[in-house]
């Protein structure tokens, strides 16, 4: 996989990607005032999602993907180290296993060709893998190890309705941009973007670089990380 440093392919698919960054600000409140309020909107349980049958577990679930595409609950189950496939109305539709490539599913992501994304990890380091539709193991996505002289940790996948793949790096503060040929064409660098870090920076408690990142999403064209 190429790495390709130049800055300004990331900057113009900035111009179709607007980065929405969820500020989330951390209050401490009396146990007694959080009790007496009432939540704005009532959560109402609908069903349990599991396995026909006795006997089958989810075992120590680490991912949960909806993709929106096919209607699908995409359910990482580390447990039994595979994907569990559930329709939109919560009825198991089949498994794929993960032992021959990963262990510990952490994250999902579906594209909009139907192609589905799986970041783990093996005994040499983290994996990005592509499978097909069905389960079928594809190409495996090169993760360099470092970047820019920094350690690359990847935690956290999204993908946009043009099937670019945007990968978190917490370690690197910074999200890798893959393009449909598997190659890094760009980083959001959340920390070397001097406009963007002042405006994290002005909407975070604890200031500068006193925050982490969470699972990100993408709506349409436009990437959401909730700081």
Do not use: W
């Not at 999200?175 to 909407?203: F, H, M, P, Y």
């Amino acid at each position: 996989m190429k790495v390709q440093q130049q800055k300004n392919q990331a900057t113009s698919k900035l111009g179709q990607i607007v980065l929405g960054l969820l500020l989330v600000m951390v209050f401490l409140m009396p146990i007694g005032i959080l009790q007496a309020e009432e939540l704005a909107v009532p959560a109402e349980f609908i069903r349990d999602i599991k396995l026909p049958g006795f006997g089958e577990t989810i075992l120590r679930p680490t991912a949960l993907h909806f993709d929106h595409y096919n209607d699908e609950v995409l359910v990482g189950d580390s447990g039994h180290n595979r994907i569990l496939i559930f329709g939109g109305n919560g009825v198991f539709k089949f498994s794929f296993s993960l032992t021959e490539i990963m262990t510990i599913p952490r994250d999902i992501a579906t594209d909009s060709q139907g192609f589905i994304y799986i970041l783990g990890s093996n005994p040499q380091g983290q994996v990005l893998q592509r499978f097909d539709f069905d389960g079928s193991p594809l190409e495996a996505i090169e993760i360099p190890r470092v970047l820019d002289d920094v350690p690359v940790e990847l935690r956290y996948l999204a993908c946009d309705e043009e099937g670019t793949l945007y990968a978190l790096d917490h370690n690197g503060r910074r999200i890798l941009v893959i393009g449909q040929d598997d190659s890094i064409t760009g980083t959001i660098n959340l920390e070397r973007d001097l406009e963007l870090a002042e405006k994290v920076a002005d909407g975070t408690a604890g200031g500068e670089g006193a925050y982490a990142l969470g699972t990100m999403t993408c709506a349409g064209n436009t990437l959401y990380i909730p700081i």
